[in-house]
């Protein structure tokens, strides 16, 4: 008889939502007491566009907290993206109010009637296989470095900010190579790519696409038999990275310049 192993004690949650949210401070006044009596730790960023972050903790903590959050406007289909993890990945809990929930530095963007198509997991595959398919990472280049998806175009952005400036310098050059103008987008769960889109389309290219739920939903629902991933998907909490059953790497991340230990760019080494 085959012996199963135990369930990892700690539920993690990766969640965001645009919406808009007109009194974000007096969301975070109520929020923040709700997260602490739920024994729920992590980091949950507010704006007035909506709310994004992840949170770790026990099943019922994680669901008074998903309950709570999901009575706010626009939240009652919160996207969520559940893992596990063997310890707490994060070490309190932090409720922060910010300018934007991913920042792009778009100031007239519509990242909530502006966005692209969403594609589900089990579709994803044959939208990226179609050649008139520009595939597009829109994640940071050190996550890039861990894994991504095969014939991906890496933009090689240190941050999200730059990914305007990169795809306005690049543009032509995407259309121009004699395929129809059908870009596919994708991040980590959703977020970066739903925002990315909206901006794509701002600039007058209709046939966008991003994959919902990212990568995350990507690698739980895609058998790894007909996986089209390559790599490790980097997480940004203490877990560092996951496999296909987004079990954890259990790779170290640089103290010092923020980058997951082995990759190369990381200005450390191996030091930690």
């Given at each position: 008889m085959t012996e199963t192993s135990p369930t990892p004690p700690i539920l993690v949650a990766?969640?965001?939502q645009f919406t808009t949210?007109?009194?974000?401070?007096?969301v975070?006044?109520?929020?923040l007491p709700v997260?602490?009596?739920a024994g729920v730790q992590g980091s949950l960023l507010l704006a007035h566009e909506g709310i994004n972050g992840t949170v770790a903790g026990s099943d019922d903590g994680i669901a008074a907290v998903l309950a709570h959050l999901r009575t706010l406007p626009g939240c009652a289909a919160l996207e969520v993206k559940f893992s596990r993890a063997d310890t707490m990945p994060f070490g309190r809990m932090k409720v922060r109010l910010k300018r934007e929930i991913v920042t792009m530095g778009q100031p007239d963007l519509d990242p909530i009637g502006g966005v692209?198509?969403?594609v589900e997991p089990a579709?994803?595959?044959?939208?990226?296989?179609?050649p008139d398919t520009i595939l597009i990472d829109t994640r940071n280049d050190y996550e890039v470095a861990l894994g991504t998806f095969a014939g991906a175009i890496d933009p090689g952005t240190?941050?999200?900010?730059?990914f305007p400036a990169w795809f306005r310098e690049w543009r032509e050059a995407l259309l121009t190579e004699g395929r129809a103008p059908r870009i596919a987008m994708f991040c980590t769960g959703g977020i970066r790519c739903e925002k990315a889109t909206a901006f794509v389309r701002a600039e007058g290219i209709e046939d966008v696409f991003h994959l919902k739920g990212g990568i995350l939903n990507y690698l739980e629902q895609v058998p790894e038999a007909e996986t089209r991933w390559e790599g490790e998907c980097f997480v940004f909490d203490e877990r560092v990275s996951v496999m296909h059953d987004?079990?954890?790497?259990?790779?170290?991340m640089c103290k010092a310049c923020q980058r997951p230990v082995g990759v190369d760019g990381c200005a450390c080494g191996d030091a930690v």
């Open positions: 990766a969640l965001y949210i007109v009194d974000v401070a007096a975070k006044t109520a929020l997260c602490e009596a692209g198509a969403y579709d994803w595959n044959a939208l990226i296989d179609d240190r941050s999200f900010r730059d987004l079990s954890p790497t259990h790779r170290a």
